[in-house]
């Protein structure tokens, strides 16, 4: 077998409460594939839409939603969590958690870990096209390019709504494109 030319990553992927959370199993799955570690960081509405459990089984690491989650306060706090990653996803990433980065709030781990985080963070937003048109979304958007987080989409295509328009997430491959693997 060939050697991989890539070298093994470690991945903190954030997923927060979107119709496309869905697909973040897929980009979990496929990092894992190659030879990546991946920690999922879920947000406490994702958990609600989706299973940590299901990113633990796929992941082969716990996965984390709670903020004072005790095995985390006691062992692996958000900064040793920090640390450890090589870099950051946030896939998908809502206007609500889109918003709250632009202002530095660190009101659920996913959030705390964005802003404690030591290397990149990227953002694959998914909404509906009437949410990534908004204006509040918008200065959001502009305000975190500023400060160097980089966008992976979205793309235009079919919506959780079941119209067509910008805020499609873009596919796990796609992602995987852009991240420094
Ligand atoms: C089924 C469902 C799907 C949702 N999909 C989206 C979405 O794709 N994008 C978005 O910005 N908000 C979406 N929302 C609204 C967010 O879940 C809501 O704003 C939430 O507060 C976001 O929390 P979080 O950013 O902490 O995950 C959805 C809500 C529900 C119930």
Known sequence: MRPSRTKSKNILLGVCSSAACFKALTLA???VKKGHAVKTVLSPSAAKLISPQLFGAVTKNEAFSEQFNPSLVSGEGHISLSDWADFYVIAPATANTIGKLASGICDNLLLTLAV???GALFIAPAMESRMWKN????ANVSMLKKSGVKFIGPVTGRLASG???????SEAEEIIKNLPL
């Open 163 to 169: 119209s067509t328009g910008p805020g499609r997430m």
């Open 135 to 138: 204006g509040f979304v918008r």
């Open 29 to 31: 799955s496929s990092l």
């Open 116 to 118: 404690s985080r030591r």
